[in-house]
């Protein structure tokens, strides 16, 4: 099942903010949504396979300033499962002007890891949580199950995957065109859309347009089956 934009403002007061743990997973789970990531772009396999050339780490976060002054940020994904030679990508988003917002999520997990004096940005895991261990899939997943439950939601329909098929499903209810949707998920169907230069306004104006769906309900009687072709996107 996609975990869409309705289910993440649901579950947003439910999250303590006072806890680094909650602030980190929150940050990962806004920027996947926004960005449509997959799981394995976000978290490590386990807590001690962390690798800096390979995972997100605090300097590949950036937040950057628009021409019209406005606020956004900037996410290098160093490779992922269609990028073969590791050549990197770098995504956008922006304000979403709601209280579900990756770059107000980014900005709270940034300074968190200031705060616990972070010598080197490029080696600390960007999702840091407070035993200093990275944030794993199991990690992920076990916090959405528990935030699943808490508006009565059954968890065993979601996993990983529901992550990034949720931020395709919320853009596609927000009204984007087939072209912006696989252009910024990065689907390997029509793959030849990545080399169309894109206006950095399109990736700016997407998150104020999901904020929209809040009230739409997504139609939950038809579960998503992942078949093995599926994964591949």
Same mark, same amino acid.
């Given at each position: ?49 962390? *690798? ?6 605090? $300097? #590949?976060?950036?937040?950057? =300033?628009?021409? @019209?002054?406005?606020?956004?940020? %900037? ?14 990508v770098t995504l956008y988003t922006a304000h979403s ?24 940005? *490029? ?6 949580? $407070? #035993?200093?261990?990275?944030? =794993?899939?199991? @990690?992920?997943?076990?916090?959405? %199950? ?24 919320s853009a596609s209810i927000a009204g984007l065109s ?25 990736f700016l104006g997407i998150p104020r347009k999901i ?23």
């Open positions: 099942m996609p975990l869409t934009f309705d289910i993440l403002s649901a579950v947003k007061p439910f999250l303590n903010p006072k806890s680094d743990d909650d602030n980190a997973k929150w940050a990962a789970l806004t920027a996947g949504h926004f960005l449509m990531l997959r799981a394995g772009e976000l978290t490590v396999a386990s807590s001690d396979h962390f *690798d800096p050339s390979i995972h997100l780490t605090c $300097s #590949d976060a950036k937040l950057r =300033t628009a021409a @019209d002054g406005s606020e956004y940020l %900037s996410l290098h994904i160093k490779q992922s499962k269609t990028d073969q030679r590791r050549q990197g002007n709601h209280f579900v917002c990756a770059v107000c999520a980014m900005k709270t997990n940034l300074a968190l890891q200031h705060r616990r004096g972070t010598v080197n940005n *490029d080696t600390i895991p960007l999702f840091q949580l $407070s #035993d200093s261990s990275p944030l =794993t899939k199991i @990690d992920l997943v076990s916090f959405v %199950s528990q935030l699943l439950r808490l508006i009565g939601i059954d968890p065993s329909q979601y996993s990983g995957h529901s992550l990034r098929i949720g931020g395709a499903t087939d072209y912006e949707i696989k252009l910024l998920g990065r689907w390997n169907s029509d793959c030849y859309q990545r080399y169309i230069r894109s206006p950095l306004n399109l904020a929209q769906t809040q009230t739409i309900k997504f139609q939950y009687a038809n579960p998503y089956i992942l078949t093995e072709d599926s994964s591949e996107q």
